[in-house]
Nanobody, 115 residues
């Protein structure tokens, strides 16, 4: 099985920055995709950003230019650098890994942006 462990959530002011980390362990194929999703109260879970093992990235329009996703392949770790945070970024952020035919989720970490 695969386990994802997240860290880095917290409370920040509008315009502030936060860096999330997610370390994966278990049976992970060389070709895989890691990413971050978020879910605000009363809303569906949505893609924030994802990155393949080859380094190709994809971002939600709402975070382009503010967030940066990166990864350390030897450590199977993905990061999300969040800058210029807005109150609408407030949500639980979930790490995701797709390897082979299966997808896996982390436990989630709360990000709260205040005015």
């Amino acid at each position: 099985q695969v386990q994802l462990v997240e860290s880095g959530g917290g409370l920040v002011q509008t315009g502030g920055s936060l860096r999330l980390s997610c370390a994966a362990s278990g049976s992970i194929f060389s070709f895989n995709v890691m990413g971050w999703y978020r879910q605000a109260p009363g809303k569906q879970r949505e893609l924030v950003a994802k990155i393949t093992s080859g380094g190709s990235t994809n971002y939600a329009d709402s975070v382009k230019g503010r967030f940066t996703i990166s990864r350390d392949n030897p450590k199977n770790t993905v990061y999300l650098q969040m800058n210029s945070l807005k109150p609408e970024d407030t949500a639980v952020y979930y790490c995701n890994l797709v390897t082979g035919p299966f997808g896996y989720w982390g436990q989630g970490t709360q990000v709260t942006v205040s005015s």
